[in-house]
C-alpha cells in the first residue's frame, strides 16, 4: 500500500498526525510500534517498519504473549514513519478520530526478507519492545472480506506467557506513562 491512501484519508490542517513520508535510507535496526486506539472501538494497531513505512495491521482483540491466541489482525493502509512517534488525540470528524497512545515500540528483527515475506502471506519477526519480547508470526488467512486478514501469533518462546494477560498487566503508554484518559484531557 502505498502512502497516498494515508495522505487521502487526513486533513493535515486539522489532524495533528504527522505528514505523509517515507523513511530514506535502509535501517540498521527496524522499529515496530503498537499503538493503542480509542476511536469508534477500542483496537491496538500493530506497526512495522518495512521499506521505509510502517505496515499496519488493526488488532481488536490487541497483542497476547500467551502462543494458544491468534489475534485477528487486519491490514490497513501504510503509514509514515514518524507516526512512530505519534501520541495525542485525532479530532473528531477526521479519520480514526479519538485518543492514540504508544502503547508499546522497540527494534524488530525480521526472520527472513520483510517485503518477499508479506507478499508470500507469513512474517516472522523478533520483537525487542518495552512490553512486547521474542518470537511473533504474521499469517494471512483466506477468511474474506474487501482487507486482508492476518493472524498476530506469538512464537512459543522463553518469552511466552500463557497465564497472565498484557493488556491488562500493562495499559498505559510506554513512551510517556499516560493513560487514555490523561493523554485525552491533555489535548482539551
Same mark, same amino acid.
Given at each position: 500500500? &502505498?502512502?497516498?491512501?494515508?495522505?487521502?484519508?487526513?486533513?493535515?490542517?486539522?489532524?495533528?498526525?504527522?505528514?505523509?513520508?517515507?523513511?530514506?535510507?535502509?535501517?540498521?535496526?527496524?522499529v515496530?510500534?503498537?499503538?493503542?486506539?480509542?476511536?469508534?472501538?477500542?483496537?491496538?494497531?500493530?506497526?512495522?517498519?518495512?521499506?521505509?513505512?510502517?505496515?499496519?495491521? &488493526?488488532?481488536?482483540?490487541?497483542?497476547?504473549?500467551?502462543?494458544?491466541?491468534?489475534?485477528?489482525a487486519?491490514?490497513?493502509?501504510?503509514?509514515?514513519?514518524?507516526?512512530?512517534?505519534?501520541?495525542?488525540?485525532?479530532?473528531?470528524?477526521?479519520?480514526?478520530?479519538?485518543?492514540?497512545?504508544?502503547?508499546?515500540?522497540?527494534?524488530?528483527?525480521?526472520?527472513?526478507?520483510?517485503?518477499?515475506?508479506?507478499?508470500?502471506?507469513?512474517?516472522?519477526?523478533?520483537?525487542?519492545?518495552?512490553?512486547?519480547?521474542?518470537?511473533?508470526?504474521?499469517?494471512?488467512?483466506?477468511?474474506?472480506?474487501?482487507?486482508?486478514?492476518?493472524?498476530?501469533?506469538?512464537?512459543?518462546?522463553?518469552?511466552?506467557?500463557?497465564?497472565?494477560?498484557?493488556?491488562?498487566?500493562?495499559?498505559?503508554s510506554?513512551?510517556?506513562?499516560?493513560?487514555?484518559?490523561?493523554?485525552?484531557?491533555?489535548?482539551?
Open positions: 500500500m &502505498a502512502l497516498k491512501e494515508y495522505k487521502r484519508r487526513r486533513d493535515f490542517k486539522k489532524t495533528t498526525e504527522p505528514a505523509a513520508r517515507r523513511r530514506k535510507g535502509k535501517p540498521m535496526n527496524p515496530f510500534v503498537v499503538h493503542k486506539h480509542k476511536a469508534t472501538r477500542l483496537h491496538y494497531d500493530f506497526r512495522l517498519e518495512i521499506d521505509g513505512v510502517l505496515k499496519s495491521w &488493526a488488532v481488536p482483540k490487541g497483542p497476547s504473549m500467551n502462543p494458544s491466541d491468534k489475534r485477528l487486519v491490514m490497513v493502509e501504510d503509514h509514515p514513519f514518524d507516526y512512530k512517534d505519534f501520541e495525542g488525540t485525532i479530532p473528531e470528524g477526521e479519520y480514526g478520530a479519538g485518543t492514540v497512545m504508544i502503547w508499546d515500540a522497540g527494534t524488530f528483527e525480521p526472520r527472513g526478507n520483510p517485503a518477499e515475506d508479506l507478499e508470500r502471506g507469513e512474517l516472522r519477526v523478533r520483537l525487542d519492545g518495552t512490553k512486547l519480547k521474542g518470537g511473533f508470526v504474521l499469517v494471512r488467512t483466506m477468511m474474506g472480506g474487501k482487507k486482508e486478514n492476518w493472524l498476530l501469533i506469538k512464537e512459543r518462546d522463553e518469552q511466552a506467557d500463557a497465564e497472565g494477560d498484557i493488556l491488562i498487566d500493562e495499559p498505559d510506554a513512551a510517556s506513562g499516560r493513560s487514555l484518559t490523561e493523554i485525552a484531557d491533555q489535548e482539551r
